[in-house]
């Protein structure tokens, strides 16, 4: 640190703050040195030939001159392998046991003194020295792991390793959690480590508040997902492969795993995408079912200040004629800032204003952060020191509570990797609900700890129960906001056992769907920051986070109105719909930017709140298959090369294609379409794809275009749900999936499937297999209004 980092963290801070972050990362930076030991000399280790096998249920081990890996296939088809006995638990990424090994596979002998274990799905051959090959029931190859190194620190520690991949030429890389620079991940090196860039991001900083080791890889062979199952830091180097274009000279497309400890295993699930997301969810658990509220507009900033502000929002959407589901109250509602309290001058009947708002169909949502003022005589610190033998905080090397600087000031953290903390944590919610609130959003839970220079966070020394494991910081940072979510969602069925709790994180882990979705975090406000909004999105919904969604308008500054709308029209088809902004970042209110951003805004909102069954519908299916809301253009035609390039357009469920516009002036853009009949529904005018066509994109709605055959339910002008049907082409069939809104609670859906047809020149709609048939209106659009069905 110089002298120009003091000077400006004491701008950004004020004075005291600002040497308070000074001092907070110097302490960071001490224990480090004094508790994590140099690594010093290191001897570098690689399996060696193979000396043996031994079968196993579902696989078997194979034994190396120096090292051995363990080879399983689960019932269901997904494939384990783990070098030096490592075994798929314990793991923050599995909500239960392991899998059950499916009896059928079995490890033999393969050519060249190498082994394989034959699957349904997927074929994995081991060669003599530790190579892996994932093949597919035809002989292709999917994946090729190289034998892998380890750097082992002479005097004791543990290993770092790196696993070095092939994939085909044509394979493109997708996923590895939030990143601003996808969906499609190029040639780079991309963070394993949660981290908050300050202040705003935009496409080109990296990592973000969520990463996750899950690469979802496509090519003409397969597609594949690898989960690498280390919660320590890394990096993934990718380099995609290029075609010889004829020559026969390909060059694979390369992956390089770098961790910097933990144990190497990995999980891999192969086959269609829509085969894969049901295959990771069934490994890592079905998301958790948001409310029916939830899926509505929401609104928030960080700066409402008081009843009296809230009330004026609300008041302004509903003069407006504007729907509104939800409102949230950022820190400054909080008594100093301290979670789990209430300012009571600028909220002095915090319940009736729920009640209230409530009645009037608006639910209060609240943000939780998990920094505790440590200090003597407050109730939140003093219950979490009472907690177990030695309290709920996370402590340093020598027993003492570590302490970081967040907005409270002077705080402590909870350890959330012990099962003690998460159930007092979880007790905490019922303040929360005492106070009307409905939901909950965890933030600055990476964790952060502002910081002068270094890294924002604990010190990576810090002590960590780990489910009575023992560990510290370095493997616990990646999962704490997993373990806070989970602490969070399960203290709400606790209270609320009757409601689906409504709980949204900025940072987590892999299986962090099981209690509730993401938002962007604090994105840069500006055209890149509206692209980097749909790339998170997509990305997170490949690695089974479906429920996600920007901050609309960007988080940091004032968007010209141009830029709010175009911003408000993409969120209007994202799973999470909310405004937001900082502070000091202007309005967010969509009659702030005029009246002629007043008018479409209302147009968009007005499409939400119609499409509300679909997006039902869609949380339904998300849960029962793990296929996100938000898919890629490929994702029904991932042997496509032209689609899996194509990242600024989306499909909306299996009906819609949405085309957002994401640059400035634009009022016509390029959409490339799948295979099939597509309609654009402001024109109703068909589209053959598969190829590229040209569509309006005026300032007063998105480009949205229906699948030919679609069946989707939406909101009559009655209120009541009607199925919207895509005239299907001569001599094809189409149909779609229907879930009906049965409450916030608990009672199972029924997915409802319907077909459509054309008969005689009418289109006609039938319910597979339900007595009743078809008993809800029906709008047939594509097609000349007479004669419909």
């Not at 009037?360 to 939780?368: A, E, N, P, T």
């Not at 029209?569 to 999470?576: C, D, K, R, T």
């Not at 890629?632 to 032209?642: E, K, Q, T, V």
Request: aromatic share 8%; glycine share 14%.
């Amino acid at each position: 640190m110089d002298g120009r980092d003091l000077v400006r963290s004491v701008k950004l801070l004020g004075s005291v703050r600002g040497l308070r972050t000074v001092r907070s990362a110097w302490r960071r930076r001490r224990s480090d040195a004094r508790t994590l030991p140099a690594r010093g000399a290191e001897r570098a280790r690689v399996p060696g030939p193979v000396v043996g096998a031994e079968p196993e249920p579902g696989g078997g081990v194979v034994r190396f001159a120096r090292s051995e890996l363990r080879i399983r296939v689960a019932v269901g088809g997904a494939v384990f392998w783990a070098w030096d006995g490592a075994e798929p638990l314990p793991s923050y990424a599995l909500p239960g046991p392991a899998p059950e090994p499916d009896p059928r596979a079995e490890l033999e002998p393969d050519k060249d003194g190498g082994w394989q274990v034959v699957s349904e799905r997927l074929t994995v051959a081991v060669s003599r020295n530790g190579a892996v090959e994932l093949r597919t029931p035809g002989g292709v190859v999917l994946r090729r792991e190289l034998p892998p190194r380890w750097w082992e620190p002479v005097g004791g520690g543990p290993a770092r390793w790196v696993q070095r991949s092939e994939v085909p030429a044509d394979a493109r890389f997708f996923g590895l959690g939030g990143r601003a620079s996808g969906p499609r991940l190029r040639d780079g090196v991309y963070g394993l480590w949660n981290t908050d860039p300050g202040g705003h991001f935009g496409p080109g900083d990296d990592p973000l508040y969520l990463t996750m080791p899950v690469q979802v890889v496509v090519s003409d062979a397969g597609t594949h997902l690898a989960f690498h199952d280390n919660s320590w830091a890394g990096r993934v180097t990718l380099q995609e492969g290029e075609v010889g274009a004829g020559s026969g000279h390909d060059r694979p497309g390369t992956c390089e795993v770098r961790m910097d400890g933990g144990p190497l295993r990995c999980w891999v699930v192969a086959g269609t995408p829509a085969r894969v997301l049901q295959g990771w969810t069934a490994l890592t658990g079905a998301p958790a079912l948001p409310p029916s509220w939830a899926l509505g507009p929401q609104h928030a900033r960080w700066g409402f200040g008081s009843e009296r502000e809230v009330r004026r929002v609300v008041a302004g959407y509903r003069e407006r004629g504007l729907p509104l589901s939800v409102l949230h109250l950022d820190i400054d509602h909080y008594d100093a800032h301290q979670v789990f309290t209430v300012d009571r001058r600028r909220f002095p009947d915090l319940p009736g204003l729920a009640e209230e708002l409530r009645a009037d169909g608006v639910r209060l949502v609240s943000i939780v952060d998990p920094a505790v003022k440590a200090e003597p005589g407050v109730p939140v610190f003093d219950s979490g020191a009472a907690v177990g033998e030695g309290g709920a905080f996370v402590r340093d090397a020598q027993g003492r509570v570590v302490i970081g600087e967040v907005w409270p000031g002077a705080c402590g953290y909870p350890d959330f990797t012990d099962p003690l903390v998460r159930d007092w944590w979880g007790s905490l919610y019922e303040e929360r609900l005492a106070q009307g609130f409905s939901g909950v959003w965890h933030d600055m839970n990476e964790p952060v700890s502002f910081a002068a220079f270094g890294d924002p966070t604990l010190p990576r020394s810090a002590r960590h129960c780990l489910e009575g494991r023992g560990g510290d910081h370095r493997e616990a940072h990646n999962v704490y906001g997993l373990a806070m979510a989970r602490a969070g969602y399960e203290g709400l069925r606790r209270l609320r056992p009757d409601e689906r709790p409504f709980l949204f994180s900025r940072s987590g882990w892999a299986g962090m769907q099981r209690y509730g979705g993401t938002w962007s975090g604090d994105v840069a406000t500006g055209w890149p920051g509206l692209r980097a909004s749909l790339a998170l999105v997509m990305g997170l919904g490949l690695c089974g986070v479906p429920y996600s969604g920007p901050d609309v308008g960007g988080f940091d500054g004032s968007p010209s109105p141009e830029l709010y709308l175009r911003w408000f029209q993409l969120g209007a088809y994202l799973p999470l719909f909310r405004t937001h902004a900082a502070i000091d970042a202007g309005r967010r209110e969509p009659w702030e930017f005029g009246p002629e951003v007043l008018e479409h805004t209302r147009a968009a909102l007005a499409e939400r709140e119609r499409l509300h069954p679909y997006f039902v519908t869609l949380s339904q299916l998300a849960r029962l298959t793990g296929a996100p809301y938000v898919r890629p253009l490929w994702w029904g035609a991932p042997g496509d090369r032209a689609l899996r390039e194509c990242e600024d357009a989306f499909l909306l469920g299996d009906a819609l294609l949405v085309a957002p516009v994401l640059e400035a002036g634009v009022e016509r853009r390029a959409v490339r379409l799948p295979r099939g009949r597509w309609y654009d529904t402001a024109t109703g005018m068909a589209y053959e794809g598969p190829g590229q066509i040209l569509v309006d994109a005026p300032l007063s709605r998105t480009p949205v275009l229906a699948r030919a055959g679609a069946v989707i339910p939406v909101r009559g002008a009655d209120g009541g749900t009607e199925l919207e049907v895509w005239a299907p082409p001569p001599g094809l069939s189409g149909g779609g999936l229907v879930v009906r809104d049965t409450g916030d609670g608990w009672e199972p859906a029924e997915v409802e499937r319907y077909t459509s047809r054309l008969a005689d020149g009418r289109v006609v709609v039938e319910r597979d297999g339900g007595e009743s048939g078809v008993t809800c209106p029906v709008r047939v659009r594509g097609i000349q209004a007479s004669g419909q069905v």
